[in-house]
């Protein structure tokens, strides 16, 4: 599991820190997460997705990224509350 915590712009003006991960025990690769969020991932030498540019996107696109993931391998979590925004 590969797992990084982004600093990102919300919806609203106040930025927080949310904590991002992806499975790679089910990552199969396809690429959709770095084709919807292109700076925040990046798919590694074996071809999975990691957290990459920590100021790449929106936390928007982080969640559409991860909400669009066909086997739901990106969790996105609030780094200050611990709370789980996705899934
Ligand atoms: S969308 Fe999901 S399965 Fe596809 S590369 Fe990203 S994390 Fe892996």
Redesign the pocket.
């Known amino acids: 599991m590969s797992v990084s915590t982004f600093y990102l712009r919300g919806v609203c003006t106040m930025a927080r820190k949310i904590t991002v991960s992806?499975d790679h025990d089910?990552?199969?690769?396809?690429?959709?997460?770095?084709t919807i969020a292109t700076k925040a991932?990046e798919?590694n030498d074996d071809r999975?997705?990691a957290p990459a540019n920590p100021d790449g996107d929106t936390e928007e696109l982080v969640l559409e990224?991860a909400e669009?993931?066909?086997?739901a391998?990106?969790t996105v979590t609030d780094g200050d509350t611990g709370e789980q925004l996705f899934p």
């Open positions: 992806v089910v990552c199969v690769g396809n690429a959709m997460c770095v991932f798919l999975q997705a990224a669009n993931c066909p086997v391998a990106i």
